[in-house]
C-alpha cells in the first residue's frame, strides 16, 4: 500500500522550517528507546495492565481501531519513534501478539504518578513501579541473551541499555491530583516533594547503565477542558486564552523546577546527557495562536458531550452513551480531528500531537539543543 503525503492546514512551511532548523548539541539518534510516564505516551500499558476499557473511538484517525492510546491517532512518543526510523514501541505489560522488544520498550500507562501509587490510585503502576519493571525486564533479557543469542531478534542487546535513551513524559497528574484537595500555595509547595521523587528515579536507572535521558515538562495544564469545567466557572480565573491562570502557574513552576533538577543531575553525574523539552511553550503557543496552525477549536474536546464552548461533561465519557437528565446520548467524535487540539477533555488529539513532535525536532525547545539526522526519515512524521 502507498503512502499518502499528508500535511495539516498551515503546517507545510513549519515542516519545512522544523527541517532546515537543525541545532547541534544533542543527537537524535539511539539504538533503543526506553519509555516511561502517563497517559501522554501510554501505548497500551493501561489496558494491558488491568483492563481498562479503551476502545473506539479512541484510534479511529490512524489504526482504525483500538490501540490502547488515549487518543484518535498517534501520540507524541510514535512521532519521536518514527523520526529515528522505529516501529512503534510495544507496551511492557501487553505479552499477547509476540511483541518485539528489539529497539524499545514502553513502561508508560495512564493515570501514572511520579509519587507512588496508593491504594486508591487510578493506576497502580507508578513511576517506582515502572523502573521496577524495567530493573526486571533487564535483568531477564539479559539472562535470555546469554542462553539464545538468536534472542537478539526480538530483545535489545546488552550494549543498548547504556547507549539507548530513557525517556519521561510524567507530573502531569500529580499536579492534576493535588488541585482537589489543596490551594494553589500549597501544591506549589509541594512541588519539591514531587519532584524528589523523580530525581530517586532517575538515579536509579542511572545506576542500572541509563546514561541518555530525555525529560518533558509538563503542558499547560489549565487548557484541559475537564479542569477548566471543574475550577472555571469564575471566568475572572481565565487568561486571554480561555485556561485556567492557576494551574498553568503551577505548571510553570513546576517545569521551572524539573529544569533546574535536570542541571543539577548533569553535575551530579557528568557522563549522564540529560535533553529536557519544553513540551509546555509548544503547547501553550499552539493553543494561544491556534489558526495559525490550521485549527478552529484550541479548548473544545473533539469528543465529548455539551457542545462548545467545551463540549466537556464529567458524567459521560468519550464514546460512552448514558443517561443523563432523562435522555440517552453518546459523547461522540467531531467530524473533523484535525480541527481540534484536544480530543477527549484530557488528551490532545493526533493532529496537535503531530503538531507538538515537529516542533520537538526543531530543537529550539531543548536544552541542550536538538540534532536530527538529516535522511529522509525525518519526514515520517508526515506520513500516514
Same mark, same amino acid.
Given at each position: 500500500?502507498?503512502?499518502?503525503l499528508v500535511?495539516l492546514?498551515a503546517l507545510?512551511l513549519? @515542516?519545512?522550517?522544523?527541517?532546515?532548523?537543525?541545532?547541534? &548539541?544533542a543527537n @537524535?539518534?539511539y539504538?533503543?528507546?526506553?519509555?516511561?510516564?502517563?497517559?501522554?505516551?501510554?501505548t $497500551? =500499558?493501561?489496558? &494491558?495492565?488491568?483492563?481498562?476499557?479503551l =476502545?473506539l473511538?479512541d484510534?479511529l484517525?490512524?489504526?482504525?481501531?483500538?490501540?490502547?492510546?488515549?487518543?484518535d491517532?498517534?501520540?507524541?512518543?510514535?512521532? %519521536?519513534?518514527?523520526?529515528?526510523?522505529?516501529?512503534?514501541?510495544?507496551?511492557?505489560l501487553?505479552?499477547?501478539?509476540?511483541?518485539?522488544?528489539?529497539?524499545g520498550?514502553?513502561?508508560?500507562? $495512564? =493515570?501514572? !504518578?511520579?509519587?507512588? &501509587?496508593r491504594?486508591?490510585?487510578?493506576s497502580p503502576f507508578?513511576?517506582?513501579?515502572?523502573?521496577?519493571q524495567?530493573?526486571?525486564?533487564?535483568?531477564?533479557?539479559?539472562?535470555?541473551?546469554?542462553?539464545?543469542?538468536?534472542?537478539?531478534?526480538?530483545?535489545?542487546k546488552?550494549?543498548?541499555?547504556?547507549?539507548?535513551?530513557?525517556m519521561?513524559d510524567?507530573?502531569?497528574?500529580?499536579?492534576?491530583?493535588?488541585?482537589?484537595?489543596k490551594?494553589?500555595?500549597?501544591?506549589?509547595?509541594?512541588i519539591?516533594?514531587?519532584?524528589?521523587? @523523580?530525581? !530517586?528515579?532517575?538515579?536509579? /536507572?542511572? *545506576?542500572?547503565?541509563?546514561?541518555?535521558?530525555? #525529560?518533558?515538562?509538563?503542558?499547560?495544564?489549565?487548557?484541559?477542558?475537564?479542569?477548566?469545567?471543574?475550577?472555571? *466557572?469564575?471566568?475572572s480565573?481565565?487568561?486571554?486564552? $480561555?485556561?485556567?491562570?492557576?494551574?498553568?502557574?503551577?505548571?510553570?513552576?513546576?517545569?521551572?523546577? %524539573?529544569?533546574?533538577?535536570?542541571?543539577?543531575?548533569?553535575?551530579?553525574?557528568p557522563?549522564?546527557?540529560?535533553?529536557y523539552?519544553?513540551?509546555?511553550? #509548544?503547547? /501553550?503557543?499552539?493553543?494561544?495562536n491556534?489558526?495559525?496552525?490550521?485549527?478552529?477549536?484550541?479548548?473544545?474536546?473533539?469528543?465529548?458531550?455539551?457542545?462548545?464552548? %467545551?463540549?466537556?461533561?464529567?458524567?459521560?465519557?468519550?464514546?460512552?452513551?448514558k443517561?443523563l *437528565? =432523562?435522555?440517552?446520548?453518546?459523547?461522540?467524535?467531531?467530524?473533523?480531528?484535525?480541527?481540534?487540539?484536544?480530543?477527549?477533555? *484530557?488528551?490532545y488529539?493526533e493532529?496537535?500531537?503531530?503538531?507538538?513532535s515537529?516542533?520537538? /525536532? !526543531?530543537?529550539?525547545?531543548?536544552n541542550?539543543?536538538?540534532?536530527?539526522?538529516?535522511?529522509?526519515?525525518f519526514?515520517?512524521?508526515?506520513?500516514?
Amino acid at each position: 500500500m502507498a503512502l499518502k503525503l499528508v500535511v495539516l492546514p498551515a503546517l507545510a512551511l513549519t @515542516f519545512i522550517s522544523s527541517y532546515l532548523v537543525l541545532l547541534s &548539541a544533542a543527537n @537524535f539518534s539511539y539504538p533503543a528507546v526506553f519509555n516511561f510516564g502517563d497517559s501522554n505516551s501510554d501505548t $497500551g =500499558g493501561l489496558v &494491558a495492565g488491568i483492563g481498562f476499557p479503551l =476502545g473506539l473511538p479512541d484510534g479511529l484517525t490512524f489504526f482504525h481501531e483500538r490501540s490502547g492510546r488515549f487518543c484518535d491517532g498517534r501520540v507524541i512518543v510514535d512521532f %519521536l519513534i518514527s523520526a529515528m526510523g522505529k516501529p512503534f514501541l510495544s507496551p511492557y505489560l501487553d505479552s499477547v501478539g509476540a511483541p518485539s522488544f528489539q529497539t524499545g520498550i514502553n513502561f508508560a500507562t $495512564g =493515570g501514572t !504518578t511520579l509519587l507512588p &501509587a496508593r491504594a486508591n490510585s487510578f493506576s497502580p503502576f507508578s513511576l517506582d513501579i515502572q523502573v521496577k519493571q524495567f530493573i526486571r525486564f533487564k535483568a531477564r533479557v539479559l539472562e535470555l541473551l546469554t542462553k539464545d543469542k538468536k534472542l537478539q531478534k526480538y530483545l535489545p542487546k546488552e550494549e543498548y541499555f547504556s547507549q539507548g535513551v530513557y525517556m519521561f513524559d510524567i507530573g502531569q497528574n500529580d499536579l492534576d491530583g493535588a488541585f482537589y484537595s489543596k490551594s494553589e500555595n500549597e501544591v506549589v509547595a509541594f512541588i519539591p516533594t514531587i519532584l524528589a521523587e @523523580f530525581d !530517586t528515579r532517575l538515579q536509579e /536507572l542511572y *545506576n542500572q547503565g541509563a546514561r541518555n535521558f530525555w #525529560i518533558h515538562n509538563t503542558g499547560p495544564l489549565g487548557c484541559l477542558p475537564r479542569i477548566i469545567a471543574k475550577f472555571g *466557572n469564575d471566568t475572572s480565573k481565565l487568561d486571554e486564552a $480561555g485556561c485556567l491562570s492557576s494551574h498553568n502557574r503551577a505548571a510553570k513552576l513546576f517545569n521551572a523546577q %524539573l529544569h533546574d533538577l535536570c542541571l543539577r543531575f548533569r553535575q551530579q553525574f557528568p557522563e549522564a546527557n540529560v535533553t529536557y523539552v519544553d513540551i509546555f511553550s #509548544i503547547k /501553550l503557543n499552539l493553543i494561544s495562536n491556534y489558526t495559525q496552525f490550521g485549527f478552529k477549536q484550541p479548548i473544545a474536546a473533539c469528543c465529548g458531550y455539551g457542545g462548545l464552548p %467545551l463540549n466537556f461533561d464529567s458524567r459521560i465519557a468519550c464514546g460512552q452513551t448514558k443517561v443523563l *437528565n =432523562g435522555s440517552s446520548v453518546t459523547a461522540k467524535p467531531c467530524d473533523n480531528t484535525s480541527e481540534y487540539i484536544n480530543w477527549d477533555g *484530557n488528551h490532545y488529539t493526533e493532529a496537535a500531537n503531530q503538531y507538538v513532535s515537529t516542533q520537538i /525536532l !526543531t530543537g529550539k525547545y531543548s536544552n541542550p539543543p536538538l540534532v536530527v539526522p538529516v535522511q529522509s526519515r525525518f519526514y515520517n512524521l508526515m506520513l500516514f
